[in-house]
């Protein structure tokens, strides 16, 4: 769907809607029908005050008009559009094989570990990879980088850049960088600034990291279900732009330790249920003494605990040879 601009305005083709309607939806930053289908009628009711029932009407027509209406698929046709969706290359062949090939639109990816595990690098390089050409194994796509811990660094794109051979300041200029301070902004910028990417030939979200904005403002064990609900809303937005404007969304994750009884600390990825559940396919690395390792911890088509080991160079991510 990406490059559809069709503004809202088309509406007034149909019978029902008019003029009045069309002013609710431009208040509310709605200019395009791709927008649109992003949103439930209850969504729409309440921020654009319109009935529940012309609401309803709304979304059915822009979901026609976008071409997105439901299609009842047999279960050989859903493989084929399964298998025929965009993917893009990790630019390590050992991680491209454990997640069957590349990172895929539609998808969530996790990539939890401690400190040092290398989630930054590895974004830092999908942010590139995603931007290689078709022949190269890219997307020749756009990146959004949402660094909510302050680690974004151009000058590692442009080392990563460099590697791949690609044109460094034509690289950064493809990664649209933000740097959210606290939940309020980084929920305008996912529910709000985000619904116009379509537009952009953006083919990855990135958000380094899901968890730390929340950890630091919502403190202790009474905030922990507004916490939570917070996090489930934001998680919700990702999923809708992964669908309709077929993008792949990655995240990073912290872990904590998990106290047992019989005293052996394990590691688990934070978040609790809402983020456990967000992602299709959730990873966690280590660093181990001379290489790094990415494991798969739950996917519906990845084997858990299959693994890939990588190294980290003034290039990036690399093959261990
Ligand atoms: N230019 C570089 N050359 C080699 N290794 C690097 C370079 N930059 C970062 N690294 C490696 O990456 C590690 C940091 O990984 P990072 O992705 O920031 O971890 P985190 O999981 O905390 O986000 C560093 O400890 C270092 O070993
Ligand atoms: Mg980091």
Redesign the pocket.
């Known amino acids: 769907m990406t490059g559809d601009r069709i503004k809202i305005e088309e509406l007034l083709n149909y019978p029902g809607i008019g003029r009045v309607t069309l002013h609710k939806l431009s208040k509310i930053g709605i200019e395009y029908i791709h927008e649109l289908t992003l949103f439930n009628p209850e969504e729409i009711m309440e921020l654009a005050s319109i009935d529940i029932e012309r609401a309803c009407q709304i979304i059915r027509l822009a979901r026609k008009v976008a071409g997105k209406k439901a299609k009842v698929l047999n279960a050989l046709e859903y493989e084929r559009v399964m298998n025929s969706r965009e993917q893009f290359t990790t630019g390590v062949k050992s991680i491209d094989k454990l997640v069957k090939g590349g990172i895929a639109v539609w998808d969530i990816y996790e990539f939890a570990?401690?400190?040092?595990?290398?989630?930054?690098?590895?974004c830092h390089q999908l942010a590139v990879t995603v931007q290689l050409s078709k022949e190269k194994g890219g997307l020749a796509g756009k990146a959004v980088y949402i660094d909510t811990e302050g680690?974004f660094s151009p000058s590692?794109v442009r080392?990563i850049a460099s590697g791949f051979k690609l044109n460094e300041e034509e690289v950064l200029r493809n990664i649209l960088v933000y740097r959210p301070i606290n939940v309020a902004e980084l929920e305008e910028l996912v529910v709000e600034q985000l619904r116009s990417i379509f537009d952009l030939n953006t083919k990855l979200v990135i958000i380094?990291s899901i968890i730390a904005l929340y950890r630091a403002e919502f403190k202790g064990r009474e905030w922990l279900a507004r916490r939570q609900q917070r996090i489930n809303y934001l998680i919700d937005w990702l999923k809708r732009y992964a669908n309709t404007y077929d993008i792949a969304v990655v995240y990073?994750n912290q872990v904590l330790s998990q106290p047992v009884p019989w005293g052996i600390a394990y590691k688990i990825p934070a978040g609790g249920n809402i983020v456990a559940h967000a992602a299709t396919h959730r990873f966690l690395?280590r660093?181990l003494q001379d290489k790094w390792v990415i494991e798969c911890i739950d996917s519906p088509r990845i084997a858990r605990g299959s693994s890939a080991s990588f190294r980290?160079?003034?290039r990036g991510l690399e093959d261990i040879k």
Do not use: M
Not at 113 to 121: A, F, L, N, P, R
């Open positions: 570990g401690e400190y040092g595990s290398g989630k930054t690098q590895l680690t590692r080392d380094d990073t690395l660093r980290i160079t003034e």
